[in-house]
């Protein structure tokens, strides 16, 4: 319904203007400044015609401003059309000029009036439209993703965009952050929905076997091999095939699997004849492939194959607003399965989920939502059900003094060097200088996992 707000302190003028608007639209009407701000909360008018002359200044024009300037900011999306006396251009001006949106000079005219105000509602609608239009498609509707941040709903829209193409597209990010979910988004969004999405990871299968796991294998071409056997790309014919862990491909299957990337043919082990197959290719890793390739452990040209376009998913602390929404979502749904339904986090719980860094991501908080559901007493999850490790500030404006400088950046240092080798301790201590004992001694101070999030999961 078209709410009209008419603030005029002349009872002859309210009651001529209250009939210029026909039925379809509500007027109510205000005589002063007060009477104006409480049928403005209360009705939430689209539109306002706003007499500058009211009282106790019924010659000037301070109240009428001061009430401009109360509607402006309580509720901005309101149209005001200012009224004035005659040839009171000046105040007009101001006044269109601290946002309103149209003015009106008096003597009153029904027909100009009425003009004036339906063309405010039609600026009103139709900025409301935008607005809602605008937040349909900043909103995310991929099944299964949970993100407000403007970083991760804008993965989202790249996901939408990419999915119905058949462009190799790299997923780079952290562990935990979301890379597979991701894969299988592009999947389901993609023509080849309903053929299958084969997933293989690179980094848990021994190198000996995973070329016959990809490419699969001829009877006889191996002791053992007493049949012929499909690899997982044959496999994954007319759908999408998943190179998870790609980073960590060994050398001589990074050339054959560049070899099936340009020729879309599949050498099985054993056999002379090659298979054309038709597959979407992903991939994804959470190492540094660039730095992977300055150290010659990963091919250059098979980089530039794999990423026609990358999604490069940012850590779970470096998306504004998203630790808390996951978090809501994943005590909804852990809780429905593990029985504990309409379990909510206290204050001090979302206050130490929105501040805690999740060295491992999504993953990390999946296992500790988890155990706080078995923890809590009652229907509230607290802080101390969460048991997120004390992290010391990194940020030296708010520090207390050295020490705690000094071992923000230790501990920062050390999950770097612990992602960037996969966990593995003696590479981290050799990559940050120290032994493997004094790393471990580190680990123990700072409280760091030092396994991956995912092992156990
Ligand atoms: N945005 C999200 N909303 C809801 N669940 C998420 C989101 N991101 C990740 N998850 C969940 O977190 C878990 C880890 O995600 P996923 O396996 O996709 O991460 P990954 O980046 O592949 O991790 P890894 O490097 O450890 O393999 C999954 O259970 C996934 O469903
Ligand atoms: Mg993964």
């Given at each position: 319904m078209k709410q009209l707000l008419i603030v005029e302190d002349d009872p002859g003028l309210q009651s001529q203007m209250r009939w210029c608007f026909s039925d379809d639209v509500e007027v109510s009407i205000a005589a002063d400044r007060e009477t104006a701000l409480a049928l403005l909360r209360r009705l939430e008018p689209q539109?306002?015609?706003?007499d500058l002359g009211l009282p106790p200044d019924p010659g000037g024009a301070t109240q009428g401003f001061a009430l401009l300037e109360d509607i402006l900011r309580l509720a901005p999306q309101t149209k005001v059309v200012v009224v004035t006396g005659r040839e009171d251009k000046e105040n007009a001006v101001k006044a269109i000029g601290m946002g309103a949106c149209d003015f009106y000079q008096k003597p009153l005219d029904g027909d100009i009036l009425t003009f004036v105000v339906?063309?405010?509602?039609?600026?009103?609608?139709?900025?409301?439209?935008n607005r809602e239009l605008a937040s349909q498609s900043t909103g995310n509707n991929i099944k299964g993703i949970v993100a407000a941040s403007p970083e991760m709903l804008a993965i989202c829209r790249t996901v939408e965009k990419v999915a119905p193409t058949d462009v190799t597209t790299l997923i780079t990010g952290e562990t935990g952050t979301?890379?597979?979910?991701?894969?299988?988004?592009?999947?389901?969004?993609?023509?080849r929905a309903d053929k299958p999405f084969a997933a293989i990871n690179c980094a848990a299968i021994p190198e000996n076997l995973l070329e016959s796991e990809l490419f699969g294998f001829e009877k006889g071409s191996f002791t053992g091999a007493t049949q012929s056997k499909k690899g997982k790309i044959e496999s994954a014919n007319g759908g999408t095939l998943f190179l998870d862990e790609i980073g960590?491909?060994?050398m001589a299957l990074q050339a054959k699997l560049l070899r099936f990337l340009q020729e879309r043919m599949v050498d099985r082990v054993g056999s002379v004849k090659p298979i054309p197959v038709d597959v979407r290719v992903v991939c994804a890793t959470h190492r540094n492939v660039q730095e992977l390739i300055s150290q010659g452990s990963f091919r250059e040209d098979l980089y530039y194959r794999i990423s026609e376009i990358t999604l490069d998913v940012p850590a779970l602390r470096d998306r504004d607003g998203d630790a808390i929404v996951i978090a809501q979502s994943l005590l909804k749904s852990l809780g429905k399965q593990m029985e504990r339904p309409n379990l909510s986090f206290s204050e001090d719980a979302a206050q130490?989920?929105?501040?805690?860094?999740?060295?491992?991501n999504v993953r990390e908080m999946i296992n500790k939502v988890k155990r706080a559901i078995i923890m809590a007493d009652g229907k509230r999850i607290t802080a101390d059900?969460?048991?997120l490790p004390v992290e010391e500030s990194c940020d030296t404006d708010y520090q207390l003094n050295l020490r705690q400088v000094r071992e923000g950046a230790e501990r920062k240092a050390i999950v770097q060097a612990l992602t960037t080798c996969n966990y593995n301790m003696a590479q981290a201590s050799r990559l940050l200088g120290i032994t493997r004992p004094t790393l471990y001694n580190l680990t123990d101070k700072y409280r760091i996992e030092t396994s991956t999030a995912s092992s156990g999961a």
């Amino acid at each position: 319904m078209k709410q009209l707000l008419i603030v005029e302190d002349d009872p002859g003028l309210q009651s001529q203007m209250r009939w210029c608007f026909s039925d379809d639209v509500e007027v109510s009407i205000a005589a002063d400044r007060e009477t104006a701000l409480a049928l403005l909360r209360r009705l939430e008018p689209q539109v306002v015609t706003l007499d500058l002359g009211l009282p106790p200044d019924p010659g000037g024009a301070t109240q009428g401003f001061a009430l401009l300037e109360d509607i402006l900011r309580l509720a901005p999306q309101t149209k005001v059309v200012v009224v004035t006396g005659r040839e009171d251009k000046e105040n007009a001006v101001k006044a269109i000029g601290m946002g309103a949106c149209d003015f009106y000079q008096k003597p009153l005219d029904g027909d100009i009036l009425t003009f004036v105000v339906n063309r405010a509602f039609r600026l009103a609608e139709l900025e409301k439209e935008n607005r809602e239009l605008a937040s349909q498609s900043t909103g995310n509707n991929i099944k299964g993703i949970v993100a407000a941040s403007p970083e991760m709903l804008a993965i989202c829209r790249t996901v939408e965009k990419v999915a119905p193409t058949d462009v190799t597209t790299l997923i780079t990010g952290e562990t935990g952050t979301g890379k597979e979910l991701l894969a299988q988004a592009l999947h389901d969004r993609s023509h080849r929905a309903d053929k299958p999405f084969a997933a293989i990871n690179c980094a848990a299968i021994p190198e000996n076997l995973l070329e016959s796991e990809l490419f699969g294998f001829e009877k006889g071409s191996f002791t053992g091999a007493t049949q012929s056997k499909k690899g997982k790309i044959e496999s994954a014919n007319g759908g999408t095939l998943f190179l998870d862990e790609i980073g960590d491909m060994p050398m001589a299957l990074q050339a054959k699997l560049l070899r099936f990337l340009q020729e879309r043919m599949v050498d099985r082990v054993g056999s002379v004849k090659p298979i054309p197959v038709d597959v979407r290719v992903v991939c994804a890793t959470h190492r540094n492939v660039q730095e992977l390739i300055s150290q010659g452990s990963f091919r250059e040209d098979l980089y530039y194959r794999i990423s026609e376009i990358t999604l490069d998913v940012p850590a779970l602390r470096d998306r504004d607003g998203d630790a808390i929404v996951i978090a809501q979502s994943l005590l909804k749904s852990l809780g429905k399965q593990m029985e504990r339904p309409n379990l909510s986090f206290s204050e001090d719980a979302a206050q130490a989920i929105s501040s805690y860094s999740w060295p491992g991501n999504v993953r990390e908080m999946i296992n500790k939502v988890k155990r706080a559901i078995i923890m809590a007493d009652g229907k509230r999850i607290t802080a101390d059900d969460l048991v997120l490790p004390v992290e010391e500030s990194c940020d030296t404006d708010y520090q207390l003094n050295l020490r705690q400088v000094r071992e923000g950046a230790e501990r920062k240092a050390i999950v770097q060097a612990l992602t960037t080798c996969n966990y593995n301790m003696a590479q981290a201590s050799r990559l940050l200088g120290i032994t493997r004992p004094t790393l471990y001694n580190l680990t123990d101070k700072y409280r760091i996992e030092t396994s991956t999030a995912s092992s156990g999961a």
